[in-house]
């Protein structure tokens, strides 16, 4: 913006307008006129048309001095934006620049392709692979597993969420048994489900034991099969014979002598023996699904879970990095607009003045001659009235 506006020092001759401002000149010429005033001799300008002159002179010297100041203002305020615009802009840029290029980098050292860690996920991911291809190509076949996918909605799979329904059956089962032997509704239900649990348990151990039989390569392996089969039937059995007893101890006593009247099996009342084939019915289906659950040899599944374990691990890495770039990108697109909205506002205002400093010589000389046009006129007004009230020539 100007420092000064040198429009002001001649507003005078902007707001000049003839017939009405020359009266006074008219009238000054006929005041000299009646006294003869110049003299006819005379070939120069007469003292009032002198004043006239010397006075649109002094206002011209005026002018041009706020007009410098005017122009040395304008240079002083683009240089000044200029510094501004490089400042805010091309300064602040490149420091942007280097704090995304930073940022970058300690992303690509965190989780990029190139970091320590994807290193290690990559190394790990080929070893996963390579040992479940070779045993893959080893047994000619693909994993035979059952309810093994977790579901779209869960995180657990079939399998999983079947062994907990069969607990809490088993729950349902057993709740009179250890409601009436540890006295409560809360220690009843606590108690059933527990062992409700336990016999799931050795369910899945031993369909896992019946399944993987044949290809136990190693002696603690074979000993576990051979023994663990045989052990884990014998207990499952001998628990829950134990619990139909309780059960039968549990009825009343009329009840208990007219269920034996009527004859028993395996020592058992009907109740009994009834809760006996149910505890022992869910134990066998448990190991049915168990032994369809998982594949025949101990390391494929292993294998395989490795696997996908390490390719969730590098897809999850790839996500957190790819995310992160994303992040980063999004607030330097967002900053570097901010910066150059300011820039463009800087760089409209000095252009703004660059178009002001170019247009004041014209400004100059369209004002000059409107001063001419004005001192003519007053001149002419003063000649006019001085000519029409002398007697002299």
Not at 13 to 41: I, M, W
Request: one cysteine or more; proline letters at 4%; a negative charge.
């Amino acid at each position: 913006m100007p420092v000064s506006d040198h429009r002001d020092v001649l507003s005078y001759y902007s707001n000049f307008l003839a017939p009405r401002d020359t009266r006074a000149d008219y009238a000054q010429g006929e005041l000299d006129g009646q006294s003869n005033r110049p003299r006819s001799v005379e070939t120069s300008l007469s003292g009032y048309e002198l004043d006239i002159v010397n006075q649109a002179r002094a206002d011209v010297s005026r002018f041009r001095l706020h007009l410098h100041i005017d122009q040395y203002g304008s240079s002083a305020t683009i240089i000044a934006r200029r510094q501004l615009r490089y400042e805010e802009y091309e300064s602040d840029l490149r420091n942007l620049s280097q704090h995304h290029d930073s940022r970058v980098s300690v992303a690509n050292k965190e989780c990029g392709p190139g970091s320590s860690l994807a290193k290690r996920q990559q190394e790990a991911l080929f070893e996963a692979e390579h040992g479940y291809n070779d045993l893959r190509r080893e047994l000619g076949r693909e994993p035979e597993l059952h309810w093994a996918q977790p579901l779209p909605f869960l995180r657990l799979s079939a399998y999983t969420l079947i062994l907990i329904a069969m607990s809490f059956f088993e729950l349902f089962i057993n709740k009179g048994v250890f409601k009436a032997v540890l006295g409560g509704l809360i220690p009843g239900y606590s108690g059933a489900f527990i062992m409700g649990l336990a016999i799931v348990f050795f369910a899945h151990l031993l369909g896992i034991f019946i399944r993987q039989r044949k290809i136990q390569r190693r002696p603690m392996e074979k000993l576990r099969t051979w023994v663990g089969i045989p052990l884990i039937i014998v207990l499952v059995l001998f628990i829950v014979y134990e619990m139909s007893l309780l059960r039968a101890g549990t009825l009343p006593q009329g009840a208990a002598e007219s269920e034996m009247d009527g004859g028993s099996v395996l020592g058992l009342s009907h109740t009994a023996f009834l809760l006996f084939l149910l505890n022992f019915g869910v134990f066998v289906a448990g190991t049915w699904l168990s032994y369809m659950r998982h594949d025949p040899h101990p390391d494929y599944e292993r294998l395989l879970v490795r696997m996908g374990q390490a390719q969730q691990l590098e897809a999850e890495r790839r996500d957190k990095f790819d995310l992160l770039l994303a992040e980063i990108e999004e607030e330097y697109r967002r900053k570097r607009s901010n910066l150059a909205a300011r820039a463009d506002r800087i760089q409209r205002e000095i252009d703004e003045d660059l178009a002001h400093a170019d247009g004041l010589p014209s400004r100059e000389e369209a004002e000059i001659q409107k001063v001419i046009a004005v001192v003519s006129q007053r001149v002419l007004a003063y000649q006019s009235g001085n000519e029409r009230s002398r007697d002299a020539a």
